[in-house]
Nanobody
Framework: QLQLVESGGGLVQPGGSLRLSCTTSGLTLANYAVGWFRQAPGKEREGVSC????????NYADSVKGRFTISRDFTKNTMYLQMNSLKAEDTANYFCAAELTPLFRRCVPSQFKYWGQGTLVTVSE
């Protein structure tokens, strides 16, 4: 079965860095657009960053531009989110998602079919 599993979340101090990983199975990641989304308690799930399979199209939420970087390793079928200069407002459950490239239009949750279970990122002293 197709699966996505996030890892790398945890507690980090403001200004610190984390790298989230999303390992996939049951798919060839090179055929998919991928994205990272986050959801804080009581909030809607929001897009953090998305990238097309070729890397020619990327999106970042305004709140993370210049701080977060999305990347993929096709040989490992793994995607990453490098998060630098973390702020308290970055605290959320982070989810990875994938969608076949021809269906990718916008970096919003409704555009993605396959999802991981999430990993919690807490930015606090």
């Amino acid at each position: 079965q197709l699966q996505l599993v996030e890892s790398g979340g945890g507690l980090v101090q403001p200004g610190g860095s984390l790298r989230l990983s999303c390992t996939t199975s049951g798919l060839t990641l090179a055929n998919y657009a991928v994205g990272w989304f986050r959801q804080a308690p009581g909030k809607e799930r929001e897009g953090v960053s998305c990238i097309s399979n070729s890397g020619g199209t990327t999106n970042y939420a305004d709140s993370v531009k210049g701080r977060f970087t999305i990347s993929r390793d096709f040989t490992k079928n793994t995607m990453y989110l490098q998060m630098n200069s973390l702020k308290a407002e970055d605290t959320a459950n982070y989810f990875c998602a994938a969608e076949l490239t021809p269906l990718f239009r916008r970096c919003v949750p409704s555009q993605f079919k396959y999802w991981g279970q999430g990993t919690l990122v807490t930015v606090s002293e």
